[in-house]
């Protein structure tokens, strides 16, 4: 099991003075905004092509502004997020997977192709300031269409290019992707999983490319795992591609490695350690239980009493819905148990300690 440290992707000291010439140099404002544009416009075309096909809208970022399925806006601030965009759209029905997510990730390329044609088309030909303008949005549209389809891919970030070789030329990983998204769309659907293994997850598991598809089959492996060293192995695979994944999914992998520690392996120092990786300012549940495990394995019974409580209060001031009622059912249960000095065995702690779906974290 690696220690903590595992580094996510933040701002750097140099990003903050591109962006202070982007404010200060006119025509430096002009390239980033005609490249945020490109973005724009390379998002909205995997986002028509999404739905055009059938999927269902999850969410688009554009830069560090995110807007999700529901109405939700968020920020997502980091050095890759401010140049770059994201779109998922996600499968109503599992036929056809492979064209229809090819036809979808083709859509932003020829997002930008088109744009840039049609600028082109209708550019005045002449030595203005506007025929300018266009002929650098028309430069920057094919650029990036023809950079995005480039077979690229590094730490989770994957270019258009690489995901249609992927579909088209890579038989394993293709396979691994769709069950991926069939996952994913039916735990954003709310359906009942029931098992993991209609995902074929422990086989996908061992195709390890440091990927975010990897991330995902080894923490469905790692949820469902009997033998703990065997689950110890999925974690740690988890943890060490735990940059290409998002922060939130990444924060759930941390405390899962704390309760691991504490649970399996007695290492309280490292659990402690993996805890101070979170740094979240917001107290919240998953937290909450994990301090809580962890010290229930420290033999800290009043210490634990103290985290199941503010647990409760954490849920009771939530919206009344069936999570909350299942986490107030859960604390309640540990509550008792704690007020009735009970020990619990190993097994069934490592059992309980794991109670969350595989992609859900808290919101």
């Not at 992707?9 to 003075?17: A, E, M, N, Q, S």
């Not at 601030?77 to 140049?83: E, F, K, R």
């Not at 086989?203 to 110890?232: C, F, M, P, R, T």
């Not at 919206?319 to 704690?338: A, G, N, P, V, Y």
């Amino acid at each position: 099991m690696p220690s903590a440290g595992i580094d996510g992707v933040g701002i750097k000291p140099w990003y903050c003075v591109i962006l202070i010439m982007a404010l200060l140099i006119g025509s430096f404002r002009i390239i980033c905004a005609l490249w945020l544009l490109q973005v724009l416009i390379h998002e909205l075309g995997h986002l028509a092509g999404g739905v055009l096909v059938g999927d269902r809208f999850n969410y688009i970022r554009v830069s560090v502004l995110q807007f999700s399925r529901g109405g939700e806006i968020s920020w997502r601030w980091n050095s890759y997020a401010i140049w770059s965009g994201a779109t998922s759209t996600l499968p109503t029905t599992r036929q056809g997977l492979t064209w229809k997510l090819c036809l979808s990730t083709a859509a932003g390329p020829v997002a930008n192709f088109v744009s840039g044609g049609l600028v082109l088309a209708v550019m005045p030909h002449n030595g203005s300031y506007l025929a300018g303008v266009c002929q650098a949005f028309i430069a920057s549209a094919f650029l990036f269409g023809l950079g995005n389809l480039l077979p690229l891919e590094d730490r989770g970030h994957r270019l258009d290019g690489k995901r249609l070789f992927i579909l088209i030329f890579d038989k394993r990983r293709r396979e691994r992707l769709l069950s991926m998204l069939v996952l994913v769309a039916d735990f954003k659907e709310g359906k009942e999983i029931e098992s993991l293994d209609q995902y074929s997850l422990g086989k996908w598991a061992e195709l390890k490319d440091q990927s975010a598809d990897s991330v995902i089959a080894n923490w469905g492996a790692y949820a469902s795992a009997d033998d703990k060293h065997v689950a110890g192995g999925h974690l740690e695979q988890c943890l060490a591609a735990s940059a290409t994944v998002t922060a939130d999914f990444r924060r759930v992998l941390f405390l899962e490695a704390a309760k691991y520690q504490a649970t399996h392996r007695k290492r309280f120092d490292l659990a402690q350690e993996w805890l101070a990786e979170d740094n979240k300012e917001e107290v919240d549940f998953l937290r909450l239980w994990t301090e809580a495990v962890v010290l229930q394995h420290a033999v800290e019974f009043e210490l634990r009493l103290t985290k199941v409580e503010e647990g409760l209060a954490h849920v009771h001031a939530q919206t009344e819905d069936k999570q909350r009622t299942r986490k107030q059912r859960i604390l309640q249960d540990l509550k008792e148990s704690l007020n009735g000095q009970l020990k619990k065995s190993p097994a069934e702690d490592a059992r309980n300690s794991t109670l969350f779906h595989p992609l859900q974290s808290e919101q």
